[in-house]
């Protein structure tokens, strides 16, 4: 297994260490799990595409990674209150219709690549949850008026309504067979 596919592997073995230290409570410790899980995404990406380590099992593998990392971590601030139902459950379905396209293009030989929008859509999630996960901090200390947790989270749910559209639009044709 190559460095890029062990990084993958690495950020699913965090998804249970980082549900057990958030549910025991200590938030910081959730963030710092989740914050190295999402860079590894960026980092085991870089690797394979710059060094030729692109694999069957990455490009399954990798996407898959960072969606149960994300969702796991919404799941967890939906029960800790920290996050709205309705948008998680926006956020959630369009991961799941996407990953769906994706499926039935990859059946029919037919790559999706990551847009803009959905790429921006990853960034404001990987924003957001931290944010959520230290209840805005440092901006509730810097600029306590000022709820860039909920910004975020919101900009987040925009990115995914909008990038999700864009996905569907661009590869309607899938549905028509």
Known sequence: MNLPNKLTMG???AIPVF???????????????????????????Y??????????????????????LTMTAFVLLVASGD????????????????????QVAAAQGIVIAAGVT???????????IPLLLLDNWPCSVLCPQVPL???FLYLA???????????????KQLFAQ
């Open 149 to 151: 947790d909920q910004i």
């Open 47 to 68: 690797i394979a595409r710059k060094y030729n380590l692109v694999t069957n099992f990455g490009k399954l593998m990798d996407p898959l990674a960072d969606k149960l």
């Open 11 to 13: 950020r699913i073995f």
């Open 157 to 171: 749910l925009a990115m995914t309504v909008v990038s999700g559209v864009e996905y569907i639009a661009k590869n």
């Open 118 to 128: 959905g790429k921006i859509k990853t960034i404001t999630q990987m924003i957001a």
């Open 19 to 45: 549900i057990v230290v958030f549910i025991m409570g200590f938030r910081v410790a959730a963030c710092i799990i989740f914050i190295a899980a999402s860079l590894t995404d960026m980092l085991d990406g």
């Open 83 to 102: 996050a709205a139902a309705w948008i998680v459950v926006v956020i959630l379905g369009r991961e799941f219709i996407i990953t769906g396209m994706r």
